[in-house]
């Protein structure tokens, strides 16, 4: 199987604190994506970093990427209730229009 | 913009009859969609890559014949489970994907139809 793994596979903090999740992948990619899906939804696209950048922010979140560890992470900082949803992350594999999703990260964030 | 639309939401029907789940690109065309079915708690699971015009491409273990898909227009593409049957309850999601700042596989999501079979 392609698809990855992600860890961890649930997480909960109080609201104000920072989330990280991890993302490894397995093939070669183009780029690697975040979706974010609240329960009983379809997904909902974050951010996306290419394979060659290193690091990528957009508002409360920031994205890394190892390529020589084929690995990413995302922070989201300064969590809200609102934030309370599952993570995805998609790498797009080279030469193909598909993405290959991981497992997942659900968040929870308590009041 | 990017709003994908997917309907029905939500439909139970009885085992044994077909049906059709409809996906379709607001306020883009949409040249590939793609059909998702996911598990409660789990991640997605890629069924088919639908190609405007063209037969779609279905992932390993995925019947064609069960899961038949059409993508007739640039901005429409339907899932039509046939003979349903209760192992074919879950949550189908469609995506859509068009060309974004020089990226051309961002996907946009429908909201999912949640299938029941009795």
């Known amino acids: 199987s392609q698809q990855g793994e992600e860890d961890p596979q649930a997480l909960s903090i109080q609201e104000g604190e920072n989330a990280t999740m991890n993302c490894s992948y397995k093939?070669?990619?183009?780029?690697l994506q975040w979706y974010r899906q609240n329960s009983g939804r379809g997904l909902v696209h974050l951010i996306l970093?290419?394979?060659?950048?290193r690091e990528k922010h957009s508002g409360r979140l920031r994205v890394t990427l190892d390529t020589s560890k084929k690995s990413s992470s995302l922070l989201i900082t300064a969590s809200r209730a609102a934030d309370t949803a599952s993570y995805f992350c998609a790498n797009a594999v080279q030469g193909a229009q598909k993405l290959v999703f991981g497992q997942g990260t659900r968040l929870t964030i308590n009041p | 913009g990017a709003v994908v639309s997917q309907h029905p939401s939500w439909v139970i029907c009885k085992s044994g009859t077909s049906v059709k789940i409809e996906c379709r690109s607001l306020?883009?065309?949409?040249?590939?969609m793609f059909w998702y079915r996911q598990f409660p708690k789990q991640s997605l699971m890629l069924m088919a890559t639908s190609n405007e015009g063209s037969k779609a491409t279905y992932e390993q273990g995925v019947e064609k014949d069960k899961f038949l898909i059409n993508h007739a227009s640039l901005t429409l593409s339907t899932l039509t489970v046939t003979s349903a049957h209760p192992e074919d309850s879950s949550f189908y999601i469609c995506s859509a994907s068009r060309v974004f700042a020089g990226v051309k596989n961002i996907q946009y999501f429908g909201a999912g139809t949640r299938l029941s079979v009795l």
């Open positions: 970093i290419r394979s060659n950048e």
């Open positions: 093939t070669s990619i183009n780029n």
């Open positions: 306020d883009f065309q949409a040249t590939t």
